[in-house]
């Protein structure tokens, strides 16, 4: 291969990376809705744009902590003994992180075009 060869094997290799980055990073941060429940009941629904920083949820043996960076949600601090919650690590895009112990599901939910269901089964 010649030294052009390689030149454009880089730039095609290069544009390619930033298209992926960049309709990945715009598609969940501009949809993405956070819902947080506890024991089945709403405690709190709102954009991913719109939720702080850090998040402190009042839980039945303490508080658990929940930290935005990056368009990620995670749980830094949590009350209860095993900590699986932290270890769950980060979520994006739709995901959920579960607390069995404190009965808290943290969900991102994207809503893309096209995401309805095929079918409706009753």
Known sequence: MRRNDYLLCLV???ATLCWFWYSGSTDADSNAVVRITRHRELI???TLRDFP??????T???SLTITKANSCLRVSEAPCPDQLCE???AITGSGSIVCIPE???IEIITSKEGDSPDALLH
């Open 87 to 89: 270890k769950q690590g």
């Open 53 to 58: 920083e850090q998040y402190l949820l009042p």
């Open 12 to 14: 095609i290799i290069t």
């Open 103 to 105: 009965g808290v599901i």
């Open 44 to 46: 709190l629904q709102q």
């Open 60 to 62: 039945e043996h303490g």
